[in-house]
């Protein structure tokens, strides 16, 4: 909110404080009648993005209080039973509870985004340079301040510990025995170097994809008015309103499918769900401060549409633009667990308790074609995995989407019922 | 789920917690924002300082607040039950909401001087 804030306030142009400078104005007639009015469009997009983001947090307050004392800070998400069934695939339960939050948040995020429309000031500029620097620094701040929230919905291992009533031993927070060894010894795994490397390696394939989709997409959105244009660009905001546990099964589903389960590729393109509308989000922002003009210059001078993206003079202005996209899409695929959890794969090496560098490194380069008879190895197990939680909730075999064993069977390689 | 008794208590509290963060957030980040320099060295670092915290995972926040904001180790803490307040997030309900909203507000900025351990 701060870092929103500011820049609401950097955007102001300084001929307003001149004016009131002449005019005597006070301090809090600057803010009254200058300020707040200015900031007033980053203040509701702030106050609408933070509420998506607050509504759905329930990590830190798992890890802080445990929900407790009793249930008195037990959030919606964190709700008992919740978060159980989501580890163990209860997919049911937690997509309602996710699609609940979308719910409240769309209803919410629709009033907002009415009212900022009934202020004669649209949300994503276009019109004036002034209401473009607005609503892009307040976007491109928003997105640094969702770096911090993408892991509200994995959970993670010390999600489940209680806060001890007594503190340890050693209430000190400093080390008595200060040593670097847990690091040296951390820094010469193989897996953890491996498992960086396919991070970095799913994550920068997710921003190239990424990136190539939104930018057309943010240039149509700014330059062009077509029915509908403004429910659609609300409508990809939509895509950050509900938690990443609602696309678990439907992205399992979809890959088992089409056969890209425990692939790279898998991953990248389902962070490619927020992170593409995330970058046409920030680009619009970018391109709608670039005059028209430009184009049509690039127009009479012979340039196309397609020539145009890539040579013309508005995309060398908005550089930096890109560059803020691409660098926020990699932070956000890099902090994401769920949905790379689902389709991820490390998690094959940690199932089979191989940890061979060699054979690590052949597996990566090689990819799920290179291991010949095993390819199908993880995703069966992953799948049989979801199976046997459905079945144990009694919706496999006869009832439910994944009951069909045919979805199961288009597996690159089949299924191999024996086991080798 | 939705006619569910139990789901009522987490969607009120959610709402209520959602409500509190952007009364305090709102007033709260426009009063610092107008407090940050606008020109020279100082802008880029309160900008780094501020937004550094937001890099670092809310689970992670969370487990730094759970050690940190023990009465029997949190100089915030101490302070508080020296002061009469019986202050204790694990036992105290109020002073549960209290700590999940400051944490919220604060992210991971305060915990420096809010938070600073003192010897047992």
């Keep these: 909110m701060v870092l929103l804030a500011y820049a609401g306030l950097s955007a102001i142009p300084d001929a307003y404080y001149q004016a009131a400078r002449i005019d005597g104005a006070s301090r809090w007639a600057v803010f009254r009648y200058i300020q707040l009015p200015k900031m007033k469009r980053v203040l509701t997009i702030a106050v609408l993005l933070r509420f998506m983001d607050s509504f759905m947090i329930y990590t830190e307050a798992l890890v802080l209080t445990g929900g407790g004392p009793g249930n008195s800070t037990t959030l919606l998400f964190d709700r008992p039973g919740a978060r159980w069934r989501v580890g163990q695939f209860d997919l049911g339960p937690a997509a309602a509870i996710s699609l609940i939050y979308f719910l409240i948040i769309l209803l919410f995020c629709f009033v907002l985004y009415n009212w900022m429309q009934r202020l004669g000031q649209p949300p994503r500029g276009g019109r004036s340079h002034e209401r473009c620097d607005d609503l892009r620094s307040a976007l491109f701040l928003h997105r640094l301040h969702r770096l911090s929230c993408c892991c509200r919905s994995t959970g993670c291992s010390t999600c489940r510990s209680r806060p001890r009533t007594r503190s340890s031993a050693a209430s000190r927070c400093w080390p008595q025995h200060f040593t670097l060894r847990q690091l040296q010894h951390d820094l010469h795994r193989s897996d953890l170097v491996l498992g960086l490397h396919q991070l970095a390696d799913l994550r920068v394939m997710n921003t190239v994809i990424s990136v190539t989709v939104a ?100 995309c060398r202005l908005i550089a930096a633009g890109i560059g803020v996209a691409a660098f926020f899409c990699f932070m956000f695929s890099w902090v994401e667990l769920l949905l790379a959890k689902h389709a991820d794969l490390g998690r094959r090496q940690a199932d089979r308790g191989d940890h061979d560098p060699h054979r690590q490194r052949q597996r990566l380069r090689t990819g799920p074609a290179g291991r010949g008879r095993r390819a199908d190895h993880h995703p069966r197990r992953h799948r049989d995995l979801v199976r046997a939680q459905l079945h144990r909730q009694g919706l496999c075999p006869g009832e439910g989407v994944m009951a069909h064993p045919q979805h199961f069977e288009q597996f690159p390689g089949g299924v191999d019922r024996s086991g080798t | 789920m939705l006619r569910s008794n139990a789901s009522t208590p987490p969607c009120s509290a959610s709402c209520v917690f959602t409500g509190i963060v952007l009364l305090i957030e709102l007033p709260l980040g426009v009063a610092i924002a107008l407090a940050m320099p606008r020109t020279g060295w100082g802008v880029s670092v309160c900008l780094v300082l501020m937004a550094l915290p937001l890099l670092i995972p809310w689970n992670v926040v969370g487990a730094i607040w759970n050690i940190f904001g023990r009465p029997t180790s949190a100089c915030w803490a101490r302070t508080l039950n020296a002061l009469g307040f019986d202050y204790n997030y694990t036992r105290q309900p109020v002073a549960a909401w209290f700590t999940l909203s400051l944490m919220d507000v604060l992210a991971l900025d305060a915990r420096w001087w809010c938070c600073w351990p003192t010897p047992a």
């Design chain 1, 215 to 314: 930018l057309p997409a943010a240039y149509a959105f700014s330059r062009y008015r077509f029915l509908g244009d403004k429910h659609l660009f609300f409508w990809l905001l939509t895509n950050r309103m509900a938690p990443p546990a609602v696309f678990a099964l439907p992205f399992f589903q979809l890959y088992s499918a089409i056969g890209l389960f425990d692939t790279h590729i898998a991953v990248a393109l389902a962070h490619c769900l927020f992170n593409i509308p995330l970058a046409v989000w920030i680009l619009e922002g970018f391109m709608s401060g670039v005059p028209k003009e430009l184009d049509e210059t690039a127009y009479v001078d012979g340039y196309t549409l397609p020539a145009l993206l890539p040579h013309a003079s508005s």
